[in-house]
């Protein structure tokens, strides 16, 4: 299985701030990676795919960047309405694996 | 919009059969080629994936689950449906039904989501 490992577990940050989280895949994925918002007995959104590409109604202040191994999920100007876990998910390959979530908490 | 909403018992007991139904609203099971996909999320732990199966009736199963998992589809009910056998309290967990869609030919697999459903196994 590929294993993704994400960083860090909790985030506690101010309105306007800068937020980045990062995903590390255990072997290449290419750019085969999506990152999603997860509140609370919502369903989880996907926010960014392939990497780097920002689904359709998504805010701009959201991005994504990376290939291969490393990849980041930036936040430009943290906003209440972000209060959320994040995670991240690779589909390179069989099984489906996901990042452990980032739990994001205003300050 | 595509809707998915899981239902089932909310308590199993050590050593039966977990069974979950996804039911599926604002299109048909069967219109296009998809993967429709179960999902879960231990307490504090991240997500596993469990196993998918597509239109044609494929599925496909992670390897630490697939000799207790089974996931089928009822094109009649439009539903899907996950038995996972055999389960202990570590199979306690939010379990979420998903499907995939595409976005400028690239294919998301699990785009639309449901809320989730809490099992427990606890005697």
């Known amino acids: 299985d590929i294993q993704m490992t994400q960083s860090p577990s909790s985030l506690s940050a101010s309105v306007g701030d800068r937020v980045t989280i990062t995903c590390r895949a255990s072997?290449?994925?290419?750019?085969?990676l999506n990152w999603y918002q997860h509140k609370p007995g919502k369903a989880p959104k996907l926010l960014i795919y392939?990497?780097?590409n920002l689904e359709t109604g998504v805010p701009s202040r959201f991005s994504g960047s990376g290939s291969g191994t490393d990849f980041t999920f930036t936040i430009t100007s943290l906003q209440p309405e972000d209060i959320a876990t994040y995670f991240c998910?690779?589909?390179?390959?069989?099984?489906?694996?996901f990042g452990q979530g980032t739990r994001l908490e205003i300050k | 919009q595509v809707q998915l909403q899981e239902s089932g018992p909310g308590l199993v007991k050590p050593s039966q059969t977990l069974s979950l139904t996804c039911t599926v609203s604002?299109?048909?099971?069967?219109?296009?080629?998809?993967?429709w996909t179960w999902i879960r999320q231990p307490a504090g732990k991240g997500l596993e994936w469990i196993g998918r199966?597509?239109?044609?009736?494929?599925?496909n199963y992670n390897p630490s689950l697939k000799s207790r998992v089974t996931i089928s589809v009822d094109t009649s009910k439009n539903q899907f449906s996950l038995k996972l056998s055999s389960v202990n309290a570590a199979d306690t967990a939010v379990y979420y039904c998903?499907?995939?869609?595409?976005?400028?030919?690239?294919?998301?697999?699990?785009?639309?989501w449901g809320q989730g459903t809490l099992v427990t196994v606890s005697s």
């Open positions: 998903a499907r995939d869609s595409s976005i400028f030919g690239v294919v998301i697999p699990t785009y639309y």
């Open positions: 604002g299109g048909s099971i069967n219109s296009g080629s998809h993967y």
């Open positions: 199966i597509y239109t044609s009736g494929s599925a």
């Open positions: 072997q290449s994925i290419n750019s085969y």
């Open positions: 392939d990497a780097s």
């Open positions: 998910q690779q589909y390179d390959d069989l099984p489906i694996t």
